[in-house]
């Protein structure tokens, strides 16, 4: 449910075999996000951009610790929403005090299915699917938007069925397919990536979108990336019942605070 | 840097071509109706999970539903739409097979294209085999081991074929064996394993053949077949038959004692027969009509898998046995009418009270055995025909379906074009529906064979008008689908073919013979009493020897097309009195080829489009020709970009070369008069496009598809637009037709029933074309006032080809002061105001603009003066609110601040004192302001921003003037605002120099309040 962000990797090469293997593809594709160890030895991650949805810009900051802990803070109105996964205790949860609840609950289970793969927004989804027992089918080449792309079909451990798109021309991943079954449900959902750029060696891709009838839904746009930003795992995990604000990231800069009077005190 | 005028360009090397990606951002709108819904041609659902369900469809692909039929989806709309079987692996119901092609073999069935396996569970496709087979009837998997399976193909309808007969497979689809083969005319037309030992198979085969005047089913080739090793070696089982030549023959088998089957067998005297000896012998059972009837078809009988006695006969309507086809009673729909014909059934094996029935007009379920049934009305796939429109504002769309009758329905209804917006004008199989646009209550409609009626919107009066044939005239002979045709340049006429052509000026109470016999009159075509093999089928879907398509020139009255299904092109230059036949002057066209239509050009009256179907006669190709001389040369239009039997071409009706093409297999689109094509499949499948019209207000693009309704690709004016200077540019402009900012229009949400046809965006459209796609960087949209103030921006999508992204005309919500819970007017932008706007698209580094202008519909029942007022006391509520804002977050902002400094300072107890006050003080003021009591209750609290809330929403919402009593609230509101200021500030006299001298102590700058300006620097969204 939360894809603020995927690593796909930036140009490599234009000219490509006549016919690649799902491993060859996959490889190049690993290699210029920046390469597996790389990649693999990220900690964390700190995006702070917004959310243009429904005519509104939404503050957003992301955080995502390795393996699998994750926390989104957007704000409307002087709110502040959290929705967070903290991997330890394999427990989600969110606060919505636009509704006047400024408690923390529990995300269900179908909020969760898949949350423990959250950190694939950091390494990449292609990257580790073997050790965590997906499979991967190359479908074929076809046309996406106008655009030559591979479609690789993964199936994971827990049988759901994610397709990636990524471009012939530069491997990164353009389109992510998912179809996310949950007791009767199932639940796809199209997610497009664009707005490349290299980090500190790692490529990623800055807007992501949902879509539907080919218009824009909602666009994420990263305007800050930092890596291994040290954090403190208390902020993915889920505040105690009786605690009535959800912990914040207070990042506020006593110096940058502009109602300071500018004039020395006693001046005059 | 930004290029005025809205085309970026670039050096150019070759012309860019389009593609169909080109469009893929300009989706079409699939409008249903899906109120009698169409032909079901396949069920299946997942026996461990019967919610999950599977419908095959005559013309509109694949629907799956995962919740028992509350939501389907269409997930087969890349391919074939015309579903002959569909198939679940039981042991792994991820697994589905569908072969494509209807084999329900009437006159207007289509071609498949092979057999397609999906393995999650219909996501996507991959084609599997048996792709030249063009009908696949049945597939059939072995129980126990899923890679066998057999494939019943009676192939091609039209000519011969090597490719019919019974196919298996025994590694899951990768390699396909024909085991068991007639020849050229003869196919499989049903194949059933033995649930118990898988190794014994059954299997019917049928001689048949369709030519466009006639039917012929059974034949030497007929016959039933038994294999007890897998298809190797085959027994003819027929002993207890009476011998006579065999037409179609369907079987069942009883799931729970399989050696009792049943068979119906075609011949000149159609009987039921029984087995319970495995095939060896047969007994005749009962055979009532409906069980006999139409057996070309309906073709499909079941054994409840829980009674090896109860048995299902879908026909014509639904017979039932329970004592083993010895007598049958007809299914009893208690509670409402079931749609005739019936083609599919499904019977829950873990629950056999539970059927789903696919007929001519849509799905149907019950829970009780059939003895009472309900209609899914939300799957849209009906049949068109042809398609028209009124000049109603919106306009309304008209159009007749197979099996379905004539209908009409706003292009734009409150909420979405629900199954209660359709209405009905005529019955039976239903064409041409023509609305008399001199007399908005008048609507021509017809059934099959020429009935034509005339109906009246405001009494539902229908009276026959119907045109007869004079004495010494031979009677008449009209088409399946007659044609009855409106006059461009006198909208009191209107043309109806049978072999000759008629007019009537007085709406059908007159009819005027303006024609000889059009057609080759070709005896041999004219013996449908004789036609249908066997069993003499004659409903009129094989009349011949007829008009079939008529136009007048939107130039000249006189001159007047038409073209006939065994093709003719006549035309006549003076109302009627000399014909002359151009067909031979047609280079590379098959003699006899139907002439689908007829688009008389109206730029020139010397120019034609004419569309030719030679698919009766096994040719597939697409046929499209041009004349500039009247007829006497012609020039081939189609080229390879093309797909499928041609049924519609017409020429734009404002850019001359923008050609459209109906297709069996789709919608083309050329810019360049012909000489490329593209497929159009923006949200538009593989769908047969029977008809095509351009609503020419509001420049729709709208189409009769066979399979899924009427589907409406909405203003046509990017298209129209699409020059090779913005083709070749990096980005560019591309114009729409005008949208009104509109008055605000209220729509409940109540759920309706049913299907929703979705209606076009209210909103203003911003497209603009990309020649490539961005790879690195964002699009942004900006709009702005024409002082350069950012009214909104909004995020642009960055697709190759043109893209498209809409505004709501609002702006950005005003900002509100906080309170315990959000408020909802900070969500709500108001609308602006008529003026002139520059629209602008940054691309990366680059951008183009482009001035727009808005105006208020004119069709709005508010004066300008009125609109300026409500616009103006929006504006004023809503500065109301954000100065509400300002005056609460001075405090609180500078609270924050002290906050933030206590903490670095964290042994001034002082400072943590007189924050404390301050905060105390500030809290209980700021209650004042906005609503206060936490928690998720309905609290009913009312402070100044809720009330300001209300009053923002009841005159921003309405167009026209406000209430008298919301401009006093005004007055009241602002006095609340008033004095909660003055508290605020005396809040800050005796506060803020308390907090500044302890500040002092610690050596820290004076706080004070921010400045609006400083405020709406922060506050900036």
Not at chain 2, 715 to 722: A, F, V, W
Not at chain 2, 854 to 870: A, G, I, M, N, V
Not at chain 2, 888 to 917: F, W
Not at chain 2, 942 to 954: A, D, F, Q, V
Request: with cysteine; proline share 4%.
């Amino acid at each position: 449910m939360i894809k603020f962000i995927s690593f796909t990797l930036l140009i490599l090469t234009a000219t490509l075999a006549p016919a690649q293997t799902v491993t060859e593809i996959i490889d190049k594709h690993v290699k210029a996000l920046g390469g597996k160890e790389k990649l693999n030895a990220l900690k964390s991650l700190k995006m702070t951009g917004k959310v243009m949805a429904q005519g509104m810009e939404i503050p957003l900051i992301l955080f995502l610790k390795a393996p699998n802990s994750m926390r989104t803070e957007s704000s409307i109105q002087g709110m502040t929403m959290i929705s967070a996964y903290d991997s330890k205790s394999k427990t989600g949860w969110y606060t919505n005090p636009m509704s006047g609840d400024k408690t923390a609950q529990k995300m269900n289970q179908e909020q969760t299915t898949d949350m423990e793969e959250i950190g694939d927004l950091l390494v990449g989804p292609l990257t580790n699917y073997k050790e965590k027992g997906a499979t991967v089918e190359l479908i074929g080449k076809e046309d996406m938007e106008g655009t030559e792309v591979f479609k690789l079909m993964m199936t994971k451990k827990n049988k759901n069925v994610v397709y990636y798109y990524l471009e012939t021309s530069t491997f990164l991943i353009l389109k992510e397919s998912t179809k996310t079954k949950f007791e009767d449900k199932e639940i796809e959902s199209d997610t497009y990536y664009s707005n490349f750029k290299t980090i500190n060696g790692i490529t990623l891709a800055c807007t992501t979108e949902q879509k539907s009838g080919g218009q824009l839904e909602e666009q994420t746009t990263a305007d800050k990336i930092e890596f291994d930003v040290p954090m403190e795992d208390s902020l993915f995990t889920l505040p105690p019942a009786d605690t009535k604000d959800a912990k914040k990231d207070d990042t506020k800069d006593p110096k940058k605070d502009d109602t300071k009077d500018t004039k020395k005190p006693g001046g005059k | 840097m930004t290029f005025l005028g809205g085309i970026l360009s670039v050096s150019l090397f070759a012309q860019v071509k389009i593609t169909s990606s080109t469009f893929g951002a300009l989706e079409a709108r699939q409008i249903g109706p899906a109120v009698m819904s169409g032909r079901i041609t396949a069920i299946d659902a997942v026996n461990s999970n019967p919610r999950i369900i599977f419908v095959g469809t005559a013309g509109g692909g694949i629907w799956k539903s995962t919740t028992g039929g509350v939501v389907f989806k269409s997930i087969f709309d890349k391919y074939n739409q015309s579903i002959g079987c569909i198939a679940i692996d039981q042991k792994n119901p991820e697994t589905i097979w569908a072969g494509t092609g209807e084999c329900n073999m009437r006159n207007s069935v289509s071609a498949g294209s092979g057999l397609y396996k999906s393995t999650d569970g219909g996501s996507n496709w991959k084609l599997a085999g048996l792709d030249s087979t063009e009908r696949i009837s049945k597939i059939a998997i072995n129980p126990s081991n899923s890679d066998i399976m057999y494939v019943a193909v009676p192939g091609p309808l039209w000519c011969d074929s090597k490719h019919r007969g019974l196919y298996k497979t025994a590694d899951g689809g990768k390699t396909w064996k024909k085991i068991y083969y007639v020849d050229e005319k003869t196919g499989c037309a049903d194949i059933i394993i033995d649930p118990k030992n898988p190794e014994t198979i059954y299997a019917s085969m049928w001689t048949f053949r369709r030519t466009a005047w006639s039917f012929s089913s059974g034949g030497k080739g007929s016959g039933l077949f038994k294999s007890t090793d897998g298809g190797l070696n085959w027994t003819k089982i027929q002993n207890g038959f009476d011998g006579q030549e065999l037409g179609r023959i369907c079987l069942a088998i009883s799931p729970s004692e399989p050696q009792n089957l049943y068979a119906i067998a075609e011949s000149k005297n159609t009987f039921l027969y029984g087995t319970s000896d495995g095939g060896a012998n047969w007994k005749k059972k009962s055979a009532t009509m409906n069980v006999t009837w139409r057996p070309f078809y309906f073709s499909v009988m079941l054994v409840d898998p829980a009674d090896p006695k109860r048995m299902y006969r879908p026909g014509y309507g639904l017979s039932i046995s329970n004592d083993g086809g010895e007598s049958f009673k007809e299914a009893s729909f208690e509670g409402g009418w079931v749609h005739s014909d019936h083609h599919t059934l499904w019977i829950n094996p873990n629950n056999t009270n539970h059927l789903l029935l696919g007929t001519d007009g849509g799905m149907y379920q019950s829970l009780d055995r059939g003895n009472s049934w309900t209609l899914f009305g939300n799957l849209p796939v009906s049949m068109a025909y042809h398609v028209t429109y009124d000049m109603q504002v919106p306009y309304q769309v008209y159009t007749g379906l197979q099996d379905n009758g004539s209908w009409f329905a706003p292009s734009r209804c409150t909420g979405g074009i629900s199954n209660k917006y359709w209405t009905n004008c005529g019955g039976g199989d239903g064409f041409w529906v023509q609305p008399d646009l001199s007399d908005p209550n008048i609507v021509y409609s017809e059934s099959q064979g020429g009935e034509i009626t005339r109906f009246n919107k405001l009494t539902n009066e229908s009276k026959v008008i119907k045109p007869y044939e004079l004495p010494g005239e031979t009677k008449l002979r009209c088409n399946w689908n007659t044609p009855i045709v409106a006059s461009p340049t006198n909208p009191k006429t209107f043309y109806f073919g049978a072999q000759y052509l008629y007019r009537t000026h007085n709406k059908g109470d007159t009819w005027e013979r303006i024609s000889p016999d059009l057609t080759t009159n070709d005896p041999k075509k004219k013996m449908q009493e004789q036609s249908g093999g066997l069993s003499v089928d004659n409903s009129g879907a094989e009349n011949h020897c007829t008009v079939f398509t008529v136009a007048e020139s939107p130039l000249d009255e006189n001159m007047i097309w038409a073209g006939t299904d065994d093709g003719n092109l006549q035309i006549t230059t003076d109302g009627g009195k000399i014909w002359k036949n151009v067909i031979k002057n047609i280079p590379g066209l098959p003699a006899n080829t139907w002439v689908t239509s007829i688009d008389a050009s109206r730029y020139d009256k010397n120019t034609v489009f004419v569309s030719f179907d030679a698919h009766n006669s096994g040719d597939m190709k697409t046929y499209l020709y041009k004349s500039t001389d009247l007829g006497i040369t012609w020039t081939s239009i189609a080229t390879t970009d093309l797909k499928g039997y041609a049924h519609r071409i017409k020429q734009d009706i404002q850019k001359p070369d923008l050609l459209f093409a109906g297709t069996e297999s789709g919608l083309f689109i050329s810019i360049d008069g012909g000489k490329n094509w593209v497929n159009y499949n923006a949200n538009f499948p593989d769908v047969a496009v029977r008809d095509i019209a351009i609503q020419p207000v509001t420049n729709d693009l709208i189409l009769a598809t066979h399979g899924r309704g009427l589907i409406i690709l909405d203003d046509l004016t990017p298209i129209r637009n699409l020059s090779t200077p913005v083709l070749e540019s990096e980005i560019s402009f591309l114009p729409t037709r005008e949208q009104y900012l509109g008055s605000i229009s209220y729509d409940g949400g109540f759920p309706g029933s049913g299907y929703e046809g979705p209606n076009p965006t209210e909103d203003l459209v911003i497209l603009y074309y990309m020649k490539d796609r961005l790879s690195s960087g964002d699009v942004k949209i900006e709009i702005r006032d024409q002082q350069g103030k950012l009214i909104k921006s909004l995020p642009g999508t960055k697709r190759k080809g043109i893209n498209k992204v809409t505004w709501d005309f609002r702006q950005k919500a005003p900002r509100v002061v906080k309170g315990v819970k959000a408020d909802f007017s900070g969500f709500i932008g108001p609308y602006v105001s008529e003026g002139t706007y520059i629209v602008k698209v940054i691309r990366g580094d680059k951008s183009i603009e482009k001035e727009v202008t808005l105006h208020y519909d004119p069709r709005s029942l508010y004066t300008p003066e009125e609109r300026k007022f409500q616009q103006e006391t929006t504006m004023k509520i809503f500065k109301m609110q954000e100065d509400l804002a300002y005056l609460g977050d001075k405090v609180t902002m500078l609270l924050d601040s002290a906050t933030i400094i206590a903490k670095s300072n964290p042994g001034d107890k002082q400072l943590e004192t007189v924050i404390k006050a301050f905060s105390d003080k500030a809290k209980t003021w700021h209650s004042t302001l906005s609503a206060s009591i936490e928690g998720t209750a309905i609290t009913g609290e009312e402070k100044i921003r809720e009330k300001i809330s209300m009053l923002y929403y009841g005159v921003s919402n309405f167009g026209g003037r406000p209430t008298d009593s919301q401009l006093d609230r005004i007055k009241g509101l602002q006095k609340e605002i008033d004095d909660a200021s003055v508290k605020g500030e005396d809040l800050l006299k005796t506060e803020l120099p308390k907090l500044n001298l302890a500040l002092q102590k610690d050596k820290v700058a004076n706080l004070r309040v921010l400045t609006r300006e400083e405020w709406d620097l922060k506050t900036k969204k």
